[in-house]
């Protein structure tokens, strides 16, 4: 059987008896309608099983009523968490956001603006502060908001809603060196594709070199985004190159848990041997054993905020928020780095 030809708005004219214009205002605001008009525009409507085209009006107006996302990974909660909360945000204001998924790779990620601008969004949010050049020219002459989150770029494209990696990094060396730890290592992902695990990889170096510690312990776990397998992989790699390590500080909670079960599998106490530390405040590292200190980026809070930039830059929303946010991220200090 051939498909059957969807319901016009012609046809629903016909079938009330007035114009396809009446019908058009009654579907849109409905103000400029008798009531009566359109009630049984509106019983039509459901009869006929008609869906209001709202793509001419839209362009009229200007308005598509979606905001262009870009994020780096679908199965990272984290970054799952964001867009829920920017989603939840933009749905306030009749705002669907429209994913597109850069695989932590910026090349990509210039394929992707360019395709999303293509199709006219009201704003467009990335993920990160690194760009190609191409992709950075486009988002200064798309002419309209760019937010970009989970980083503080050195140089912002338009707003930001985000938090220093580096410095919260910086902040679980910290936290080791108080509790005692001296021979600290960093298991990351490979150079070059995660701009944020890159910052945080700076940020233990920088606070190691303050304390005056070696800050050469590092292990590249793979292409990120780093698994839990990987994780596992490279804690082993790890005590077999400096067995004396004290601690460990691993650029996301899975990496971390992997860790941790190295650990476990080898014998080796956790804290007392080594200190394990993750990045992002997953649900694996509150209910492993021992439970994961962690740091909190509130995820969900950045998607939020974000939004609430995007409605006030759109001028749908009255908020402080035109400049954009710094998130303060939390230390959540658990059993596997308390002696």
């Known amino acids: 059987m051939p498909p059957r030809k969807p319901p016009t708005m012609q046809d629903i004219a016909r079938k009330v008896g007035v114009s396809p214009m009446t019908v058009s205002r009654a579907l849109r605001d409905g ?152 021979r600290i290592a960093f298991i990351g992902g490979e150079a070059g594709r995660d701009s944020r695990g890159a910052d945080r990889r700076t940020g233990f170096i920088a606070a190691m070199e303050r304390h005056g510690l070696d800050a050469t312990r590092l292990v590249a776990a793979g292409v990120p985004p780093v698994s839990m397998l990987e994780g596992a992989a490279a804690m082993r790699s790890l005590l077999q190159q400096w067995p004396d390590t004290d601690a460990v500080i691993c650029v996301s909670d899975l990496v971390g848990f992997g860790a941790l079960t190295e650990c476990q599998r080898m014998g080796i106490a956790v804290p007392k041997q080594i200190a394990i530390a993750g990045f992002g405040n997953y649900e694996v590292a509150e209910i492993c054993v021992p439970p994961l200190t962690t740091v909190n980026p509130f995820p969900d809070r950045i998607g939020r905020r974000t939004a609430a930039v995007v409605a006030s830059l759109l001028g749908l929303e009255e908020t402080d928020s035109l400049l954009g946010s710094e998130i303060t991220t939390e230390l959540l200090i658990r059993a596997s780095t308390m002696s």
């Open 31 to 182: 103000t400029s309608v008798n009531a009566q008009t359109r009630d049984a525009i509106r019983q039509a409507v459901e009869e006929l099983g008609y869906v209001f085209d709202s793509t001419a009006a839209n362009l009229r107006q200007q308005r598509t009523g979606f905001v262009a996302v870009t994020i780096p990974s679908i199965n990272n909660a984290n970054f799952a968490d964001t867009v829920r909360g920017l989603s939840d945000g933009l749905k306030a204001h009749g705002l669907q956001p429209l994913l597109g998924y850069t695989d932590y790779d910026i090349k990509q990620e210039e394929i992707l603006v360019e395709q999303l601008l293509r199709r006219r969004p009201e704003a467009i949010v990335v993920t990160g502060g690194q760009h190609t050049p191409r992709c950075r020219r486009l988002l200064q002459s798309a002419s309209i908001p760019v937010v970009e989150t989970w980083d503080i770029p050195a140089d912002p494209i338009g707003h930001v809603v985000g938090f220093s990696n580096a410095d919260a990094a910086a902040m679980l060396v910290d936290h080791l060196v108080a509790a005692g730890r001296r």
